[in-house]
């Protein structure tokens, strides 16, 4: 396969991989999936069948169509639009020139189109899989670029195509003529140079097996580069450092109408992860079984203006600052980043008091039950908010099912404390609170009998066995066998199809869910429950929340998903009434609420905190693979970056120690910094790791080149001297004789030895007649050198003047031979003599 | 030895840093993360790119092999090694750039330049390749200066280093073929020769010297007495007879507002010369005078021989024409100083005049296609 061939393959993977980044990062799909089908349909027909190419003035033709369309639909659009046209723009030009022939400037435009694409979707889709393919997109671009570059090598060096049917000079020459070629091509042709190569050996060795090792070690080290440009790049703004902030918000609203919420349900949007740890080790915190995180408080069900049945909460009331918890009680902190919201609504496990070590601005409204943000938060377009709470709400790392009421948990101090020491006016704050607490009990319990015959008639049925069965049977019995009716009886079913569902015209739904039609998702269930429960004089409300979530085990957190989310139960309890293994923590002054869910499993929620298997495992690699991305990555800001990357830098024992720490088991006093530190020193350990093991590679590949350069230098010089040693010591008179010779051009070739030489020089002589006389003196010279250097003789001082004679005459007979015109000295042409050399160094 | 060192984008390049130019304002103005990303992973290649390349031209070394003479139209084959002198370091997709160019005033016209790419350079390691030229115009030609270039890996960036050493190669005439008549002429003329056949020897030549047995030689070529002598085989050279005297003289005249073809035709006329020498030097036994065209030989007659025709070929490389006349000056001075029945061979390139100067002169009009072509032909 040749260079052009592998180019296009690689480019049509680029284009289809542009145009799927693009396909993923806007909701319409069916342009940038006619890129990727172009791509390949362009690959096959234009690129190697070359069946259909588009003519280029038609081409640009269709290309300025697409601009015009594209620039209305530009001019008409805002924002996110105007990019989506853009995208499009984009598109349509890829399309046109990926049909037409290819030129390495058609290459160009098609990789920068590419490019462009990558920025597009780039402002558009900020998800870890845009991260992935992300890095699959640069291992293919850094291939494309690397092949580009090598097919402008082959085309710079290849010579020009000649088109068929046209020879390479016109055929103009005058007959008769001394020549085919015309005069002006025999003499005025300017000088042409063509490299030698063979195309197929020389493709094969700019594109063999090295190219794909050294894509390999570019991209390594592109990524590593923009990891240090991007962490140590100073970020001055605060916000998510998003271009377009996610239009799509999740959350529930304050009002549930029956019937209306399950396709939110269905949806699998991440909501927010949860992450629990011990408040006095900063340790992480296991917690068995189901977790639920209340949001909001439903406790008004009735008919509004339209006929919708609706469960809706008491109205906002101004927000206070979420109580302090209750002094040396144990308890979790829950760390929270929530996705971006419309309400105000947060989400805890309860009770939930301010954090002590990370305080967070978290207020909490007194009507409504419910955690909200500061005032000041919900200004501005919806952003990813992190908070941290202190809740008591775990006993032996299970979720408590009882819970203090609110009031209790707002007021500690005034209620538990002496109320003589309040002022006349807290005094009178407290009074008129008691006094709201009395009515929102009575308001639980309240309902209207009649409206709900057959609720009241099963409540009365469950709660007359459960007294049966135990006479003593106190208000938490009948609200625990009231949910396990709903909960265990076969007749119920869990359903989030409402199209085979039907509800009794003109009946309330859940008088229709109890009697007639027993499908439902978890509102029907808990709205059963609750109206259940008031029938029988038992305050009870509706909770809307979450529960379950994806445990990730390698993040230590759990993933909580738009389908998590769900509705239960709460019922009141009198103080007299909860027992203190129940509340531990906090004395029931007031009262608690006992948690209920009347909904069947149901396939409702996925637990994967029990799962196990690849499967489990590649499921907790991608929730981690996203945190860190929205983390580190998309959300990164100049705060997170001064926590994550310059104070650790700063602060470099600091880090070193919790680097070597980390895993010891050693407390830290400071919760919050302990975790954050333990984040950061996972991250630093992982980068410094590799740094280290790069450093290390590198280390030993240039010791062992260097090892392995000397080593050669030393065995090549051992060698010289080894052959030095076999030649012996120098024999002068041998040395002159063929200095002598060197210098008349005649000179002993390498295949030759001295006696093979000295016998070619004499022949030479003999047929010269200048140097008939000294023919012989080559061969004496010769015999005389192999006696000295082979058979060990020494020569007699008569014998070297003897020789030194001889070379006199023969000096001189070459040098008469030399000036004399007729007669030339014999020479041996070398074959390298007709050619000079030159030595260029830099 | 002067080194000149240059670092430049290439238009890749531009249109590289175009496009990263408008995702560094995205990255710095709107602080996206994303942009940073792709920012990052855009501006590393361009590091690499300018890294390498910088990288990879240092410590080079070039050797350009090529002959000091061929004759017009011949194939040139020059081969450049280039030496990694580096110990880690490898070389990739390097580029030598040698020129060429004709010596002169027509340098500038007559001048190319070709690229020759060295795949790959190992550390410490020596590779070569070539390229195959084509002079088609006689003269000195100058090779070099020798570029080597890098754009490795990307081409977006190229470091390049020039070596100033300079090469030299000498274009003889292009050299064609006499056919069919030019064989009769020469006859005719032998025909008419009033000078004494020497005896020839028996195998057509007269004693010269000796030398070696070489395969292919005849048994008959032995010489004996010295092959006995000398202990091993030795046999005869033979000088055959000179049987001819030839003045070949050159008329490079053009008009004085010579077109193209007028220089085409001096050309030529050069190119018929050199020919004519050659084959009479191939022949040998004559002996020649080369004279005219601004030649500065000596009017002697001299032996025809391989190195009489190597320095006229030398001579007739830089010959040029001219609007004067040059030819009747030298015609006259031979008038006396060639020996009786001298050949006289005028190639010219214009028409003969009325009247031949001397009854032994043939002149050749190089201008007149039909009778040029034939007696010879040139590829």
Known sequence: MNVERKLQINLAVMVALGSGLLGVAQSNVALPAAGVV???????????????????????????????????????????????????LLICLQIVLLFQEKTPRIYGHLAVLSLLQVVVSAALRVGVEFGALLLVYMVVAVSFLALLFNFRTVKRVMPPRTPPGESESPATAIEPSVSTKPLAILFGQPPRAQFIYREEEFSQQLTGWRLPRQIAGICF???????????????????????????????????????????????????????????????????????????????????????????????????????????????VNQHTVLQPQQSSTLFAVYPAYQSQFAPDRLNFDRNTKRLVRVVGDTLGPPQTLRYTVFTTGFQNNLQRTVTPHEFQTMYPAGLDGNPDNLTPRGRRRLEQMEEEFREEIEHLAYITRRRFPNITALAEKIAAETREIDPQADRASIARALQNHFLFSTEYTYTLDFSQVSRTPGMDPIEDFVAHNRSGHCEYFASALVLALRTQGIPARMVVGYRGGEYNSLGNFYQIRQNNAHAWVEAYLEPDQVSESQLPA????????MRLDPTPVGGEVVDWSKSEGVMAWANDAYGFARLMWMDYVVNMNSQRQQDAIYDPIASGNEMAESLFSLGSGESESDEAASQGAKRIAMVWRIAGGLIVLLI????????????????????????????????????PFYERFAELLARHDLKRRPSQTQAEFASSVGRRMTVTPALSEVAVVPRRVVEAFYDVRFGAATLSPEQLSQIEQDLDQLDAALVSAQQSPSSNPPSTPHPRDNGRTSTTAS | MIERRRIRICSEGWYYLLVLTFMVGGAVFRQANLLIVLTGLM?????????LTVSTVRRLSLRRRLPSRICAGEPLVVEIELTNHRRTLGGWAMVAQDQIMLEGPLGEEFQTTVDVVFPSAPAGASVRAGYRAELSRRGRYRFGPLTVSSRFPFGLVEAAVQVNRLDEILVCPRIGKLIGHWQDLLESHRDGSRRSQRRRGPLGGDYYGLREFRPGDTVRMIHWRTSAKLGELAVRLLERQRNRDVAVLLDLWHPHEAQPRDFDQVELAVSFAATVVADLCRRGGSRLLIAGGGLESQLRLQPASHLLLNEVLEELAAVQGSNDDRITPVLEQLETALPAGTRRMIVSTRPAPAAAPHPLTSWFDVSDSAELASLFQID
């Open chain 1, 38 to 88: 172009s791509a390949l349909v362009a690959l096959i027909f234009t690129d190697i069948r070359q069946s259909f190419r588009l003519n280029r003035l038609l081409a640009n033709t269709v290309a300025l169509a697409a601009v015009v369309v594209v620039l209305l639909d530009f001019l008409t659009a805002t924002d996110r639009s105007q990019l989506l046209a853009i995208a499009n």
């Open chain 1, 221 to 331: 080290a592109t990524v590593l580069f923009s990891v240090i440009l991007f962490l140590s790049l100073p970020r001055s703004r605060e916000d998510s450092g998003t271009l377009f902030e996610q239009s799509r918000t999740v959350g529930m609203p304050t009002e549930i109408a029956l019937d209306e919420m399950h396709n939110i349900i269905a949806s699998d949007a991440s909501v927010m992860r949860v992450r629990f740890s011990d408040a006095q080790t900063g340790e992480r915190f296991e917690v068995f079984g189901d977790l639920y995180l209340r949001g909001i408080i439903l406790d008004y069900y009735a008919q509004n203006e339209r006929g919708k049945y609706v469960w809706s909460s008491s109205p906002d009331e101004a927000a206070t600052r979420l109580a302090s918890p209750p002094p040396g009680v144990p308890g």
């Open chain 1, 586 to 593: 906090e004395k029931s002054t007031r009262g608690a609420w």
């Open chain 1, 696 to 731: 290390a590679v590198i280390a030993v590949y240039r010791i062992s080149r260097s090892i392995k350069f000397k080593w050669r230098r030393r065995k090549k010089k051992v060698e010289k001297q080894a052959a030095a040693a076999r030649r012996g010591p120098p024999v």
């Open chain 2, 43 to 51: 501006v590393a290649p361009l590091l690499l790119n300018w890294r």
